[in-house]
């Protein structure tokens, strides 16, 4: 199933020094997994319906327009959720509260204050 306009976006971009990324890659290994056993990208019974979500990463460069100049030693994430509706979005929410490594994955929040974007709307898309 596709998304558009009138479905609802979760995602946070963080900048994590390039000597944590094992740490953080195997948490977001974690969380994959998790959201592979708890949610589906069709109507699945027992699973929560989600349209997309995908995790990138990329080494941060000292300068995005000339690449030659070289990497600064930072890894950039992004984790990007679309969600049916708010509903959906809050029992993503409700349902993480119950993954085991929660805790661990806010933790994150705090040591690298990421960008996030909770409940956000869709207003570009081919």
Do not use: C
């Amino acid at each position: 199933m596709s998304f558009g306009k009138e479905n609802i976006t979760f995602g946070f971009t963080m900048r994590v020094p390039e000597s944590d990324a094992a740490h953080v890659d195997e948490l977001i290994e974690s969380h994959a997994s998790w959201m592979k056993d708890t949610h589906s990208l069709v109507e699945e019974e027992g699973k929560l319906h989600t349209l997309e979500y995908y995790v990138t990463k990329a080494p941060e460069f000292n300068d995005m327009m000339d690449p030659s100049k070289g990497t600064n030693g930072n890894i950039i994430y992004s984790l990007n959720e679309v969600h049916i509706d708010g509903e959906h979005l809050n029992k993503h929410s409700e349902m993480g509260q119950s993954w085991e490594r929660i805790n661990e994955f806010f933790e994150l929040f705090s040591k690298y204050e990421p960008l996030v974007l909770m409940g956000g709307s869709i207003t570009a898309k081919l």
